[in-house]
């Protein structure tokens, strides 16, 4: 079993950065590839960013490009995710994720291991 937790959630202005962080435990050595999801109240869990291990590959879906960076440090069993100029509209839960595979998937259900959620407001 893998346990995810993160970290780094709160408030911010519009406008500023946030970096959250999700550190792994357990048999980490199972896992590949990491994400980053988020869940606004209403809708559906939204993919924001994968990464692989070697973190030499990464992926954004377009609305997220440019704002959000993924980064992982394996040797503290971390992933990291830094986003820039946030918007009201970036008010979420934000979820790690984790999977064994190696490609970069997008979906929720290709994660098996989940981490509990840092909840993100932007005050505008």
């Known amino acids: 079993q893998v346990q995810l937790v993160e970290s780094g959630g709160g408030l911010v202005q519009a406008g500023g950065p946030l970096r959250l962080s999700c550190a792994a435990s357990g048999r980490t050595f199972s896992i590949n590839t990491m994400g980053w999801f988020r869940q606004a109240p209403g809708k559906e869990r939204e993919f924001v960013a994968a990464?692989?291990?070697?973190?030499?590959?990464?992926y954004y879906p377009d609305s997220m490009k440019g704002r959000f960076t993924i980064s992982r440090d394996n040797a503290k069993n971390t992933v990291y995710l830094k986003m820039y100029s946030l918007k009201p509209e970036d008010t979420a839960v934000y979820y790690c994720?984790?999977?064994?595979?190696?490609?970069?998937?997008?979906?929720?259900?290709?994660?098996?291991?989940w981490g509990q959620g840092t909840q993100v407001t932007v005050s505008s």
């Open positions: 994720a984790a999977r064994s595979p190696y490609d970069l998937a997008t979906s929720e259900y290709a994660y098996i291991y």
């Open positions: 990464i692989s291990r070697s973190a030499g590959n990464t």
